[in-house]
């Protein structure tokens, strides 16, 4: 009896010990066959392994956090008559496998263009018949059969899952007879015939548009008054796809004094979107709106925005602060065509860094693609043989990366406040310019000092007592620039131009400042930046590192290696659901802390992990 009573008072031990809450595993990697596979649970214990990393989760919502929207990609014509060319089938099976939530990604966002954009057979308007005001030719008899047709299967899938599918939209261009060079093609400053009844005539198209689309079963959730407004050219003509120049003060007269009318006139409830375009010009945008009227203020919902210049994670932290009560959401992402698991990994780091910094989703550019018709040299969600006798469509690695967040973190989502420390264990590579569609492929980054490879800074002599700061390890030179906007920084292909030359002047080894032109780098929280050539400006150059002084944190030429974001699921749920991401060619050992327990988990190399347990 006395050695059950031992036995049992082990078993009490061990009950004190384990805590009977479990943290469940989902998995993708691109060096196995894991696809959102199933891992063991691992339960948390009441005591701490003290591990040196960590991820310290609160049960508190992040300060200003906004609620997820959704995930989605895009409809374009070149999409949706790819779908019309796939056999039922096939085209059923691709439907489900963007729209369903329990075998596919569950997406819950469609963004739809007003008429053509670059994935388009050829330019096309809804009404082109010039000076028609009262749009009496409007027609959009060429999308019910593209892109009328799979909104509507989208939405119906989705409400089989008690879902509402939210469409979103936005023209690339208003017709050619309401802009100075008289087409749909090309952009110079100020597109737009400069009169005021042709910005009520662009206002009347949309509204219009949008009571189309209603009549013909399509609920249009949100309106983008243009798309990418910044895409301004020199010459009208230069470009051969649909585009339109505003500035921000012209895009919030549109939207206050004509847009917004015209949609209270027409019983429109729509969401209003504001800027649509890349992230390096974010905070102009959003400092404008910032500045402009309470009432136009007010009429604005979300800022949109895009990729495609680079990540620019600061610029949206410093937008998110100055309009810190609307949305954010990233309307269009695309990495290039034959990018694979590379591709993936930077894409899911992308969204990983908009999230963390405010914004409410993701939606991805074309949702489908031919691989060999039609591409443009964008990749797509899936990609299909379409054209050909043995039709076939394949999920891209992006695919399987989307769902990491898509099929686990729902709409009403919030934030977590948390904490990701990474102090060892990570010396691999990470992607680099194989990778080069974003142009700048990384953000400089300030991150704890590990010995690691990215922290190894060549300094090439230059002309004239300049430096080139060249990382090591990588076989395309890659070396730290200043960007255009005169504020972020990134790494980028050697080019010894002026964004690149450095002066390193040291009162002694401990105290030197890192200038480019009249300002100097320093840190804004994880972010490399330029600023005044302050105390908090100095450097420590100990060999070939450059570390922050009286700080244990170092110039990091590759980023974060791993990266995490953390949610609350909403009420009803009740779980807490954290996407980690390992780019690292070494696993990543961590300890989960929550609410006073702990989990020892784990990230393989290359690999993506959601960690879901109840709250």
């Avoid at 329990?102 to 954009?117: A, F, H, K």
């Avoid at 005539?201 to 548009?209: E, G, K, L, P, R």
């Avoid at 105290?511 to 105390?535: F, P, Q, R, T």
Wanted: aromatic letters at 10%; hydrophobic letters at 35%; glycine letters at 8%.
């Amino acid at each position: 009896m006395q050695s059950l009573h031992c036995f049992i008072g082990f078993l009490l031990l061990a009950v004190v010990c384990i805590s009977g809450r479990q943290v469940n595993i989902v998995q993708t990697c691109s060096t196995n066959g894991d696809r959102w596979a199933k891992k063991p649970s691992v339960p948390f214990s009441k005591t701490s392994s003290h591990h040196a990393n960590t991820l310290k989760v609160e049960n508190d919502a992040m300060h200003n956090a906004h609620p997820i929207i959704g995930w989605g990609a895009a409809f374009t014509e070149a999409t949706t008559t790819i779908l019309n060319t796939l056999e039922e089938p096939l085209r059923n099976k691709v439907m489900a496998d963007l729209f369903d939530p329990v075998t596919g990604l569950g997406y819950n966002m469609v963004r739809v263009p007003i008429g053509s954009c670059d994935y388009s057979e050829g330019l096309y308007n809804y009404d082109n018949v010039t000076n028609d005001f009262n749009m009496t030719h409007f027609s959009i008899q060429r999308d019910l059969p593209t892109k009328v047709r799979a909104l509507k299967q989208a939405a119906a899938i989705a409400e089989q899952h008690n879902t509402k599918l939210l469409v979103f939209a936005a023209p690339w261009s208003p017709p050619g007879w309401m802009k100075k060079n008289k087409k749909m093609g090309g952009s110079a400053p100020g597109c737009y015939l400069n009169s005021t009844t042709i910005y009520q005539a662009m206002a009347d198209y949309v509204s219009t548009f949008i009571t189309n689309y209603k009549q013909n079963g399509v609920d249009i959730w949100a309106i983008s008054p243009q798309n990418e407004p910044g895409a301004c050219h020199s010459n009208a003509g230069d470009t051969w796809f649909p585009a339109c120049c505003f500035d921000p003060d012209f895009e919030i007269e549109l939207i206050e004094k004509y847009l917004v009318p015209r949609f209270d006139q027409d019983g429109h409830k729509v969401q209003m979107m504001f800027w649509d375009h890349n992230k390096d010009d974010i905070v102009t945008w959003s400092s404008a709106l910032a500045k402009s009227s309470s009432s136009a203020r007010s009429v604005v919902d979300i800022v949109a925005y895009h990729w495609y210049a680079g990540q620019y994670f600061y610029h949206l932290n410093e937008s998110t602060a100055l309009l810190p009560e609307k949305t954010f959401l990233a309307t269009e992402n695309c990495i290039g065509l034959n990018q694979g698991w590379n591709g993936a990994e930077v894409y899911a780091a992308d969204m990983i860094g908009d999230l963390q910094q405010g914004g409410s989703g993701y939606v991805e550019w074309n949702a489908v693609l031919d691989s060999h018709y039609w591409h443009d040299g964008c990749s797509a969600t899936i990609m299909c043989d379409a054209f050909r006798h043995n039709q076939s469509c394949t999920p891209n690695a992006q695919y399987w990366y989307a769902g990491h967040f898509a099929k686990f973190i729902p709409p009403g989502s919030v934030q977590a406040d948390h904490q990701f420390t990474v102090r060892k264990g990570l010396e691999g590579t990470i992607p680099h310019l194989s990778y080069t569609w974003s142009g700048t492929w990384v953000d400089g980054r300030i991150q704890l000092c590990n010995g690691g490879t990215p922290q190894h800074w060549g300094m090439k002599k230059l002309a004239g007592g300049f430096v080139a700061l060249q990382v090591a390890g990588r076989s395309v030179p890659i070396c730290l620039q200043v960007n255009p906007d005169g504020i972020s920084t990134a790494g980028y292909k050697c080019s010894e131009g002026a964004n690149q030359q450095w002066k390193i002047d040291c009162a002694h080894k401990k105290s030197c400042v890192v200038k480019n032109g009249a300002h100097c780098l320093k840190a804004y929280g994880s972010y490399a930046i330029m600023g005044e050539c302050d105390s908090a400006a100095k450097w420590e150059v100990e060999g070939a590192t450059l570390k922050l002084a009286n700080t244990n944190t170092c110039l990091d030429a590759g980023g974060d290696m791993a990266h995490a974001v953390v949610f609350n699921t909403p009420a009803g749920n009740g779980k807490v659901v954290a996407v980690v991401e390992n780019t690292s060619d070494d696993k990543l050992s961590f300890e989960l802390q929550y609410g006073g327990e702990y989990a020892d988990l784990a990230v393989p190399a290359h690999c993506i992990t959601t960690f879901e347990w109840q709250n």
